[in-house]
């Protein structure tokens, strides 16, 4: 019978290794919550750069297929930057050349009026594009509107003549930008660096156009030739 006394646990054991247990599970636990928020937060990530390079392809096509003529006049190509804010709002609009209806099941044309712009409300900034079926220059701009990216920290355009960048572009002086350079960025998590995407198109390359995605994790690509801001 002594032995089998022996054989029990006492109080403190008891004690003791409940202790040890609830601290354990204590780190379990904790481990667990930061590996889900880890992984939300790389899962966030993942669907931001998607986000971006969707917006990003989306312009470069409209770029690529700008609607050109011999006579400067019935083209439009206009690039703005409004200095109400530290940055300056960037206003990129052109005609371009489209086989994607705005409108189901209605008559258009293949040529179209994009306009690209960061717009804020209750729900962020937001880049916006403009897709209008019957581009007239007498009448108020129209069309269908839709904000291809959420949560955007910059859009910034810039535009070289073959000298050097400008910041804004208006085909009243009848010709082209050489190269145009377009860079987005969305907002990161707190203490994080903006994930920022650039390409450029080369209207001189080819009647299409040539693009380049500059794929960036810290900062803008800065392309040869190319002058600081």
């Given at each position: 019978m002594k032995g089998l006394r022996n054989m029990g646990?006492?109080?403190?054991?008891?004690?003791?290794?409940?202790?040890?247990?609830?601290?354990?599970?204590?780190?379990a636990v904790t481990t667990l919550r930061s590996v889900s928020i880890c992984s939300e937060k790389v899962s966030e990530h993942i669907d931001k750069a998607a986000e971006i390079r969707f917006?990003?392809?989306?312009?470069?096509?409209?770029l690529?297929?700008?609607?050109?003529?011999?006579?400067f006049e019935n083209m439009v190509f206009v690039g703005t930057l409004e200095n109400d804010s530290q940055q300056g709002a960037v206003n990129l609009r052109f005609y371009t050349v489209s086989r994607t209806n705005a409108r189901p099941a209605q008559p258009e044309g293949d040529v179209y009026e994009v306009e690209y712009y960061l717009s804020e409300n209750q729900q962020g900034t937001q880049l916006m594009r403009r897709y209008w079926p019957?581009?007239?220059?007498?009448?108020?701009p129209g069309g269908l509107l839709t904000a291809i990216a959420s949560d955007i920290e910059?859009?910034?355009?810039?535009?070289?003549?073959?000298?050097?960048?400008?910041?804004?572009?208006?085909i009243d002086k009848n010709e082209l930008p050489e190269l145009v350079e377009v860079s987005i960025a969305a907002k990161a998590p707190s203490g994080k660096?903006?994930?920022?995407?650039?390409?450029l198109t080369n209207f001189e390359t080819n009647t299409g156009g040539d693009v380049e995605?500059?794929?960036t994790d810290n900062q803008?690509?800065?392309?040869?030739?190319?002058?600081?801001?």
């Open positions: 646990f006492t109080l403190i054991e008891i004690m003791v290794a409940s202790i040890i247990g609830a601290f354990i599970a204590v780190i917006a990003s392809k989306m312009i470069s096509t409209d690529m297929n700008l609607y050109r003529e011999k006579d019957n581009p007239d220059e007498d009448s108020k910059m859009f910034d355009v810039r535009y070289f003549d073959g000298l050097k960048w400008q910041n804004e572009w208006d660096k903006p994930f920022v995407e650039s390409f995605i500059i794929e803008q690509t800065e392309t040869a030739g190319s002058n600081q801001k």
